[in-house]
């Protein structure tokens, strides 16, 4: 009876902490010795054990502000990272337990650190220990995946930087194994808005490539300072969430004109709207990434920008259909009445052609107005062939062959006075030149190799 007054008491003075300090008491086996900091939810503290171990004890209470599906996530953080506790770029659980209502987690202690959002409060970071800190967490969000864990709420604040500049990845509180339930039971959406990918603002199913999404836009505020979405000047949560569902980020090269091209592929891959077009696994992105530091080709390419419009046309198209199809249908009938008047002055051409006996252009006209004479049709076929042929190695990494095929490519546009596709063609080799790193040749030695 007596140890049940004691308990009493004690919960009782927890539930009125912000008078009553907790240091000096004990929770558990578990003595506590100052304060760290708190949440929205839980609370960290100091604390020691009797052999002197120091660690972080999260402490979360039960009330009638706080349900039980609150307490319930907070035992799936302890689950999981007890779980999770064998990996270095993973926050080490010691112990988890609970005494009256305080329910803790006893947690490794990075005394002389500070999270990466403190971090990035000085600027932004070097390309390479952004790419460090992208890869370890990579590491880490892989061998979660591995084990079932989708951490859902990955962001700078959740992500502590020891003394020795190691980053730790803690805070599992919106964790959940793969195919449960995304949602609360009301619905409400869980996770931090500037850091979510499109799909979970919207309540859909998440899954380890969420979590990608979310380390893609770390890396960008990494390597840029900024993030690519945030809440403007009169702004509301639910226009950010808007933002990212439908419009496309911008390039960190905007922010940071030192990104390379094959690095600015990467950052670009990971923030993709679609699931299905960002890296597949957080083991890719670590591959990409490692291959970068190497100088080796990756696997991301930045989209083009007809894939660019492409998808916001085909995110937009949701909206106002009734309005895009009234649009589409008057460009429609608008091109086909251009066509009919082009076909017109064509046979009105061509009569006087025939009349006049010139073979050559009244072969240019039959052919379809291309404004091309017959002897240039071959080298408009060698033109394609080079060109696709280019683009082909180009996708493939294989460099060399990409830009001999380009360098061939000029010279055929010289020949048909092609100025635009000739300005085109120097473009894409240069672009070639930057992401591979090759030096620079005139197109007549890549040609003779």
Same mark, same amino acid.
């Given at each position: 009876?007596?140890?049940?007054?004691?308990?009493?008491?004690?919960?009782? @003075?927890? %539930?009125?902490?912000?008078?009553?300090?907790?240091?000096?008491?004990?929770?558990?086996?578990?003595?506590?010795?100052?304060?760290?900091?708190?949440?929205?939810?839980?609370?960290?503290?100091?604390?020691?054990?009797?052999?002197?171990?120091?660690?972080?004890? %999260?402490?979360?209470?039960?009330?009638?502000?706080?349900?039980?599906?609150?307490?319930?996530?907070?035992?799936?953080?302890?689950?999981?990272?007890?779980?999770?506790?064998?990996?270095?770029?993973?926050?080490?659980?010691?112990?988890?337990?609970?005494?009256?209502?305080?329910?803790?987690?006893?947690?490794?202690?990075?005394?002389?650190?500070?999270?990466?959002?403190?971090?990035?409060?000085?600027?932004?970071?070097?390309?390479? @220990?952004?790419?460090?800190?992208?890869?370890?967490?990579?590491?880490?969000?892989?061998?979660?995946?591995?084990?079932?864990?989708?951490?859902?709420?990955? %962001?700078?604040?959740?992500?502590?930087?020891?003394?020795?500049?190691?980053?730790?990845?803690?805070?599992?509180?919106?964790?959940?194994?793969?195919?449960?339930?995304?949602?609360?039971?009301?619905?409400?959406?869980?996770?931090?808005?500037?850091?979510?990918?499109?799909?979970?603002?919207?309540?859909?199913?998440?899954?380890?490539?969420?979590?990608?999404?979310?380390?893609?836009?770390?890396?960008?505020?990494?390597?840029?300072?900024?993030?690519?979405?945030?809440?403007?000047?009169?702004?509301?949560?639910?226009?950010?969430?808007?933002? /990212?569902?439908?419009?496309?980020?911008?390039?960190?090269?905007?922010?940071?004109?030192?990104?390379?091209?094959?690095?600015?592929?990467?950052?670009?891959?990971?923030?993709? *709207?679609?699931?299905?077009?960002?890296?597949?696994?957080?083991?890719?992105?670590?591959?990409?990434?490692?291959?970068?530091?190497?100088?080796?080709?990756?696997?991301?390419?930045?989209?083009?920008?007809?894939?660019?419009?492409?998808?916001?046309?085909?995110?937009?198209?949701?909206?106002?259909?009734?309005?895009?199809?009234?649009?589409?249908?008057?460009?429609?009938?608008?091109?086909?009445?251009?066509?009919?008047?082009?076909?017109?002055?064509?046979?009105?051409? /061509?009569?006087?052609?025939?009349?006049?006996?010139?073979?050559?252009?009244?072969?240019?006209? %039959?052919?379809?107005?291309?404004?091309?004479?017959?002897?240039?049709?071959?080298?408009?076929?060698?033109?394609?062939?080079?060109?696709?042929?280019?683009?082909?190695?180009?996708?493939?990494?294989?460099?060399?062959?990409?830009?001999?095929?380009?360098?061939?490519?000029?010279?055929?546009?010289?020949?048909?006075?092609?100025?635009?596709?000739?300005?085109?063609?120097?473009?894409?080799?240069?672009?070639?030149?930057?992401?591979?790193?090759?030096? *620079?040749?005139?197109?007549?030695?890549?040609?003779?190799?």
């Amino acid at each position: 009876m007596e140890e049940d007054l004691e308990k009493t008491k004690f919960d009782a @003075e927890i %539930k009125d902490r912000k008078t009553i300090p907790l240091i000096g008491r004990s929770i558990g086996k578990y003595k506590v010795t100052g304060f760290l900091g708190s949440g929205a939810m839980a609370s960290v503290y100091k604390a020691e054990e009797s052999d002197g171990t120091i660690v972080a004890l %999260k402490l979360i209470e039960e009330s009638p502000l706080i349900g039980r599906s609150i307490i319930e996530r907070f035992e799936r953080e302890a689950e999981a990272t007890k779980i999770l506790r064998k990996h270095p770029n993973i926050i080490t659980v010691y112990d988890t337990g609970h005494e009256g209502i305080v329910h803790y987690i006893a947690m490794e202690c990075v005394e002389n650190g500070r999270t990466l959002a403190e971090k990035l409060e000085d600027g932004r970071l070097s390309e390479s @220990e952004a790419i460090e800190i992208a890869v370890q967490l990579a590491k880490a969000l892989d061998y979660a995946h591995e084990h079932g864990i989708v951490h859902r709420d990955i %962001k700078p604040g959740n992500v502590m930087i020891n003394e020795f500049g190691t980053p730790l990845l803690t805070d599992f509180g919106l964790v959940k194994p793969e195919g449960k339930d995304r949602m609360t039971a009301t619905g409400a959406i869980l996770g931090t808005p500037i850091y979510m990918p499109p799909e979970q603002t919207r309540g859909e199913k998440v899954d380890m490539r969420s979590d990608i999404y979310s380390l893609g836009i770390i890396l960008y505020e990494m390597l840029t300072g900024h993030v690519p979405f945030e809440v403007g000047e009169g702004e509301t949560v639910q226009d950010l969430m808007n933002r /990212i569902r439908a419009q496309e980020p911008a390039s960190p090269k905007k922010h940071n004109r030192k990104i390379s091209v094959r690095l600015e592929a990467i950052v670009l891959k990971a923030i993709e *709207k679609s699931p299905s077009l960002r890296y597949q696994s957080a083991g890719k992105l670590l591959d990409d990434l490692v291959r970068y530091t190497k100088g080796e080709p990756v696997s991301a390419r930045k989209p083009s920008i007809t894939e660019y419009f492409e998808r916001s046309f085909r995110r937009h198209l949701g909206i106002g259909l009734s309005v895009m199809s009234s649009v589409v249908l008057v460009l429609v009938i608008s091109l086909w009445w251009k066509r009919q008047v082009s076909i017109q002055k064509n046979q009105a051409l /061509i009569t006087e052609v025939q009349k006049k006996g010139l073979s050559r252009e009244l072969h240019r006209l %039959k052919e379809g107005g291309t404004g091309k004479a017959p002897e240039d049709s071959a080298l408009l076929n060698e033109a394609r062939s080079y060109q696709k042929a280019g683009l082909k190695a180009y996708k493939e990494g294989k460099y060399e062959e990409a830009l001999k095929n380009y360098s061939r490519l000029l010279g055929v546009s010289k020949r048909l006075g092609d100025e635009q596709l000739y300005s085109q063609t120097f473009l894409d080799m240069e672009k070639i030149y930057e992401e591979s790193g090759l030096v *620079k040749k005139r197109p007549e030695e890549v040609m003779s190799k």
